[in-house]
């Protein structure tokens, strides 16, 4: 039997080998749950009744849960002789047991590697347990068995939170030993605005705080966490996180004592360096933080860690990764996670620009801004800055060459914006994102290209679930399941749906879902009072970076009415000559309006496709639309000509009128011969 594999958290999944196991209904899945979390132990059919369905369970729940049971023995052991026992799923007494050594999971690799971290801390080697829980599953987020419901799943999902919650604060204790306070900052805000009764994040915080020079802010933050207290559970702090206000109070120097890499124990982390340097280096640390509620992309993140080697260390080559795609699809969100995970591999700092490519406010930045920028950061007076971006680039290779820095340059747009940022010496990588291909940097510098494409339908529901609460997305799944169609899975469209429902926590669920239909074909249901989150603004962006002939042949496309169109339909809507065209097609791919799916077959996404259809009734006239479709439909009558004369060359030619457009019509199916009798002679 090929080896079985379950991920626990996120949405519950399995694979066998390589291939991944549909685990069937909701309740399949709960009492599936219930097996894996049991490690081994037999559950009685009540017992299983009780946790899937609770104290009203539906007429027959029993059988229905023995029914579930053989699906489950049918589904991982399908070369089974039926009648024979199982191997796998057994039955003992009144109750089944999953045997624990004929699986994997990521839930026993997070205890794993949370039991051998806590092992490294006491025998003194902090980084190696930080190493180790970097690598554990997000547990905390609460984004565990989603979409499994029943008593038993949800009480599940609050003790791997927990238990997440713990191995997130014992790894951030652990780095602010090493004397990484400052890059944990942005962190430990995020998860004290997740979890404010949580006093071990806020005694983490004023601790992280405090030591890069933040005083006023660590006091702060406590009077905030004394206020939340007693508005919400009406107490005080607990005699641990008043004892560490008392130390920022009286300036206690042993709270700054540095903890030697070797010594077991709770002694305090160094002081930390100045603010705008990153802790344990000399270097920048200008990451932003991190999405609090970043979803999904296992895929991605797991092709962007493969870059680097194994170990924790910076790269021994030049690396450099472009993360391109739609508007839309998370790029930066990607870019800036997986770099906050990778962070600790680059002792020397890290860089951040936001290069405005595709800004409403603002032209690009030139890149010797950006130099002149990046070498103060490095420690370069400003006054010593040299003239001119050739001498600043060359200085700023020089500093990098002696360096591991991680770079982002953020919504980049093109790669004449980019290479100066470059560095000329491995040990660096280079994280760049933006909605342009950038292929002169993967042709003549090796960039990686990295496009994350639309979430999976599971994720889309996870990303719904941690932004509204799971228990409201699981009350409602055939809505959920509506607002992931209307939104076609762009994560930008769900987060807006999920900010409105949000905001209006009585709504239902499956009201929004009839307002998307309701506005199906348009952008109105994703419109929003801030440009970064209003759908039409955001696609605007790209649009308005195009050349005129390009954004005229986008508003085009949205005529055809097909799932994808030829190449030669295009030429025939642009009324253009085919080699210009095909270069127009090339910048719409390129900016990412228009996916090339096969070659020569190019797709809109659904949003993409209502907002080019908007564009096309405002800028263009009803005589240049209607003079378009003439030129398509005349292209389509001839292309279906030419293949009925070789589909059926026995009947007689058919006149046409002269043709409206300079487009050949399609050839597929020239020099194929069907075999006789597969047309019917005379049929049109």
């Not at 003439?630 to 004369?645: E, I, N, Q, V």
């Amino acid at each position: 039997m090929k080896a079985l594999r379950f991920s626990l958290f996120g949405s519950l999944r399995a694979w066998q080998g390589p291939d991944e196991v549909a685990l069937g209904p909701p309740q399949q899945r709960a009492v599936l749950t219930m097996l894996l979390l049991s490690r081994g132990r037999a559950i009685g059919v009540a017992d299983l009744v009780d946790g899937v369905w609770g104290a009203t369970p539906p007429r027959g729940a029993v059988a229905m849960v023995r029914t579930y049971i053989a699906r489950l023995r049918k589904l991982f052991e399908p070369e089974r002789t039926p009648g024979l026992p199982s191997g796998l799923l057994v039955s003992i007494g009144d109750g089944y047991a999953l045997r624990a050594d004929r699986i994997s999971s990521d839930l026993a690799e997070f205890e794993g590697a949370v039991l051998e971290a806590e092992r490294r801390r006491a025998a003194g080697d902090r980084t190696g347990a930080v190493r180790l829980l970097r690598t554990v599953p997000a547990a905390g987020d609460g984004a565990a068995l989603v979409g499994v419901p029943g008593p038993y799943a949800e009480s599940a999902r609050t003790g791997l939170a927990e238990r997440g919650l713990n191995a997130l604060e014992l790894r951030l204790s652990l780095e602010l030993e090493l004397g990484r306070h400052e890059a944990a900052v942005p962190e430990l805000l995020a998860l004290r605005d997740a979890h404010p009764l949580r006093e071990a994040v806020s005694e983490l915080l004023l601790t992280a705080l405090y030591r890069c020079g933040r005083r006023a802010e660590a006091l702060e933050a406590y009077a905030s966490t004394c206020q939340v207290l007693a508005d919400e559970l009406g107490i005080e702090p607990g005699p641990s996180l008043r004892a560490v206000h008392a130390r920022i109070l009286g300036g206690d120097p042993s709270f700054t004592r540095p903890v030697p890499e070797g010594s077991a124990g709770d002694v305090p982390a160094p002081q930390g360096p100045a603010p705008h340097t990153r802790a344990g280096g000399s270097g920048p640390a200008q990451l932003p933080a991190d999405l609090p509620l970043f979803t999904g992309r296992r895929a991605e993140l797991d092709r962007l860690s493969a870059l680097l080697p194994e170990g924790d260390g910076p790269p021994g080559t030049a690396v450099i990764v472009v993360v391109d795609g739609m508007a839309g699809t998370g790029k930066t969100a990607l870019a800036v996670h997986w770099a906050h995970r990778i962070a600790h591999r680059f002792p020397d700092g890290s860089l951040y620009v936001n290069l405005r490519g595709y800004d409403p406010h603002g032209s690009p930045m030139p890149p010797d801004s950006v130099t002149e920028m990046f070498l103060v950061a490095l420690g370069v007076a400003p006054q010593a800055v040299p003239e001119g971006l050739d001498a600043q680039a060359a200085l700023y290779r020089s500093i990098l060459a002696d360096r591991r820095v991680l770079i982002v340059l953020d919504n980049a747009r093109d790669a004449g914006q980019v290479r100066p940022l470059l560095p000329g010496t491995p040990g660096s990588l280079v994280l760049v994102t933006s909605r342009s291909r950038l292929g002169g940097l993967v042709a003549q510098q090796g960039a990686h290209p990295v496009t994350p494409g639309l979430l999976s339908a599971g994720e889309s529901y996870e990303l719904l679930s941690r932004r509204l609460g799971r228990a409201r997305v699981d009350a409602e799944p055939e809505a959920v399941a509506a607002i992931i169609e209307s939104c076609a899975r762009l994560p930008l469209a769900l987060a807006i749906v999920a900010s409105r429902a949000a905001h209006h926590p009585g709504f239902r669920l499956a009201d929004v879902a009839q307002e998307l239909r309701y506005d199906h074909g348009s952008l109105d249901a994703f419109a929003g009072d801030d440009p970064g989150t209003d759908a039409r603004a955001v696609f605007s962006w790209s649009y308005q970076a195009l050349s005129p002939e390009a954004a005229g042949l986008f508003r085009a496309l949205a005529l055809h009415p097909g799932p994808d169109i030829t190449t030669a339909a295009a030429v025939a809507l642009a009324g253009a000559p085919p080699r210009g065209v095909r270069a127009l097609l090339t910048e719409l791919t390129g900016a990412s309006l228009l996916i090339e799916r096969a070659p020569g077959r190019f797709v809109f996404h659904d949003l993409l496709r209502a907002f080019s259809g908007e564009l096309a009734d405002v800028e263009d006239s009803e005589n240049i639309r209607g003079a378009a479709l003439l030129r398509m439909y005349d292209h389509f009558l001839r292309t279906a000509h030419h293949a009925s004369s070789v589909l059926d060359p026995s009947r007689g030619p058919i006149a046409l009128p002269p043709g409206t457009t300079g487009s050949e019509p399609s050839g597929s199916t020239t020099g194929r011969r069907r075999r006789p009798g597969c047309v019917r002679s005379g049929t049109s």
